[in-house]
């Protein structure tokens, strides 16, 4: 029984946190399990790791290190995957803690919280740039590689009394990292990303870090967070200046830095603000913001405004998946088992990236096509040699069957535009 171990915790806890867990999948960590291989034994499984968690004596293991290639060929990216048991573990904690400190988080705090996404912070950001002239688009160097731990184990002893759920987010912010070849990394700071508990505790120290001290410094100036992903809204380049040099100044006292490599302040040009500044762009969450030509609804005229678009990283992104596809190499494939194999992949970008300014999707969309048409001269011996004629049986497809790809329903036809 729960209650005679030294932490009570919920058996129906652990077993909600498993379900959480193989929704999300994920790799497998140090020990090369899969979901798949913890799901043999699943009922011992999750029984040892509620006893030893309610016990006390459950260690994390070592997190998988593993280095993503940042684009552009700017370094790379580190994240740590967690074992499967330790997974479910994190999420036990994350259940117990996050309906505690999400009630009190800021309101322009949108990553990783129920009920936020990265849409509503595109759009929030895009209607304060329509009302206030500049931007600091902020970057924080190697963001969830140095947070403090003693920082962040305070925060969380100030929200819960639970004893286990200090120890246990102890453990982890100190369990090594291993590298591919088996070497461990010590660690005295940072919690890596990929697991189940950091997003939460980068949240949880932003709240103190960033968004209280701003609403109590400068009540004023709106912001939009996501974890580490930061821009601010000013009235002058002299504030933003000003916020920033205080922003900087008040990271470096929670043991952070801005990088002022790459951040900028930026002018909102458009029809009506039309001042000599060279920084009038920034990318947010895969969305560039910059001065595009739009059409007003009401009357059809053309204007200049300051619009988000998926961003040319972005767009680099999307054009390297469907190169990586290898459509063309499809032959023995019918359309509707290509548009099966692709849709659910275009379809999100389409949910995401063709919210705004749907146009600059399409132009990357477009490359579905031209894969289509090599299929198509590799699959019927009259069409090759003969890209004109693919491109004409593919039109007519598109006319029979305008839905068959999600892309094509979105606008990036054969033959449109």
Known sequence: MSES????????????????????????????ELIEEFERDLEGNLYKLWNRMSSGSYFPPPVRMVEIPKPGGRGVRILGVPTVADRIAQTVVKMYLEPVVEPIFHED???YRPGRSALEAVGACRERCWKTDWVIDLDIRAFFDTLDHELVMRAV???TDLKWVHLYVERWLKAPLQREDGSLVARDQGSPQGSAISPLLANLFM?????????????AVRFERYCDDVVVHCVSERQ???????????????????????????????????????????????????PRSARRGQDGKCFLGYLPAVSDEAAKGIRREIRDWKLQLHSG?????????????????????????????????????????????????????????????????????????AHWAFGARIGAG
């Open 5 to 32: 171990k030294p932490f009570a915790i919920s058996k129906k806890v652990v077993y909600e946190a498993y379900l959480k867990v193989k929704a999300n999948k994920g790799a497998p960590g140090v020990d090369g």
């Open 109 to 111: 705090s949108y990553g």
């Open 157 to 159: 002893r100030h929200h």
């Open 207 to 219: 709240h103190y870090a960033f968004d209280t001290w701003m609403q109590r410094e400068f009540p």
């Open 240 to 290: 933003a200046r000003y916020v920033l040099a205080a922003i900087t100044k008040r990271l470096a006292e929670v043991k952070l830095e801005v990088n002022l490599e790459k951040t900028r302040i930026v002018y909102c040009r458009d029809g009506n603000r039309r001042g000599p500044h060279r920084e009038v762009r920034f990318d947010f969450l895969g969305f560039t913001f910059r």
């Open 333 to 405: 494939s019918s359309l509707e088992e290509l548009a099966r194999k692709v849709n659910q992949v275009t379809r999100g970008w389409i949910g995401y990236y063709g919210r705004y300014y749907p146009s600059r999707l399409v132009r990357a969309l477009r490359w579905i096509n031209d894969y289509l048409v090599c299929w198509a001269q590799r699959k019927y011996k009259r069409l090759r040699r003969r890209p004109a004629r693919a491109w004409k049986l593919l039109a007519t497809v598109v006319g029979r069957e305008p839905g068959l790809f």
